[in-house]
């Protein structure tokens, strides 16, 4: 074959290739990415699922010892309930925690660098929330634990939290997987990059150790009664 | 003119290739989905099994000394979202707008957002809400709301789809006027957003317990000096 017909050839092929390739770009618009999103969310859910499964598995082996324990006389029932009574704190709030985190502060940024918003209630509140999201296991704002009735609102001129008066600068804490909480904040066009572009100062730190101190009220339920399991 | 005839068959036998592996994820979104129902359905079968331990260690440690005890660990628990509760509440249903929208008005303002149900929450903790819920799901000290589509994803596993009902015990009508002072999150959200809301004073509203089990992986708790 000439060298000639080659060259033809080879451009030929190529043209074919990129014609195709073009058919290909712009028929993948149309066609919906929506399958394989299902299937990653739904892997998240599993392994979600699996964890939540492991712990109740522990729980259970847990409680069954206790069990048996507490059958064996007054002492020992006593001994098993002061053991339950300090794992439901510990998870209730009532015990101070430390562990791997970040620390957050948030504060209104002066008029010269162009604050467009003072960092308001509802701030903190989403701040808190994408914490949460990121899976942190125990939060504290200002030194406020956060419970699970834990309010975070404007009343009058000052933020309350746990109907105590907060102050700026904020200091958000929180126990968790540092790079999971610390991503979720300062992801690309998140939360974090809007309250920046608001002018307010928002620096987001991951720590080796963070100590969250107990919540400082009590827990006190006037409405509230627990409802007994058939069993 | 051969050339131009085989580079679009190879391109044409990659996309053949590409189309198959597409079906792939149909198949594995059944497969995963099934795996998801009966993992799930494990999950609430130990659930149960912990509960009636839970039940049972209650009742081994009846003795009348230790009611002091037992009542701490009862507090505790609720707060834990351990056990389920009920009393006096409130219930809050929210829907998107219904109002017709005006042409260049941005729809995606007038649908409900995560920060709707956040501050209408964040209201009832103001307003003394002993206990919490979201369509049935109890909120804790670690649950998030985020909203995914139509959807609320709350305590990472659940989805809960509209209307949303928030359920609170408390005082219902401490409850109800705080969210209906004017000028507060209910006025905001129906005035600006045309966001529906409805508030039923409740004699007895039960919130169910936490279906997961709750274990810290990260935090550790500080011995204290006594």
Partial sequence: ?231 | MVGLFFGLLIALQIRLSQEIRETVPIQRVQKLTAEVQAARAERDELQQRVAALRAELDAATAETGLAPLRSKLERYRIETGLVPVSGPGVEVTLKDSGAALQPGQNPNLYVLHDEDVLRVLNELRAAGAEVLALNGERILSTTEIRCIGPAILINKTVRKTAPFVITAIGDPQTLNNSLEMPGGVVDTLQRFWGIQVSIREMAQVTIPAYKGSREFEYARPVKEAK
């Fill in chain 1, 1 to 231: 074959m000439a060298p000639r017909y080659v060259s033809i050839t080879l451009v030929a092929l190529i043209l074919g290739l990129m014609l195709a390739v073009q058919f290909r770009t712009t028929n993948k618009e149309v066609e919906p990415t929506a399958p394989r999103d299902r299937a990653h969310e739904l892997t998240v859910e599993l392994k979600n699922l699996a964890e939540e499964r492991a712990r109740l598995e522990a729980e259970a082996e847990d409680l069954e010892r206790k069990l048996s324990r507490a059958r064996q006389g007054y002492a020992q029932a006593k001994e098993t309930l002061e053991g339950e009574v300090e794992k439901a704190a510990v998870i209730a709030g009532l015990t101070p925690v430390t562990g791997p985190g970040v620390r957050v502060l948030v504060a209104t940024g002066t008029q010269t660098q162009g604050a467009l918003f003072t960092v308001r209630d509802e701030d903190l509140l989403k701040l808190v929330n994408e914490l949460r999201a990121a899976g942190a296991e125990a939060l504290s704002i200002n030194g406020e634990r956060l419970i699970s009735t834990s309010e975070i609102r404007l009343a009058g001129s000052f933020i309350n939290v746990n109907t105590r008066k907060i102050t700026p600068p904020y200091e958000i804490l929180a126990v968790g997987d540092p790079a999971a909480l610390e991503s979720s904040l300062e992801i690309k066009g998140g939360l974090v990059e809007t309250l920046r572009d608001w002018g307010m100062m928002v620096t987001v730190e991951s720590m080796d150790k963070v100590r969250i101190p107990a919540y400082k009220g009590t827990l006190r339920y006037e409405y509230a009664r627990p409802v007994r399991e058939a069993a």
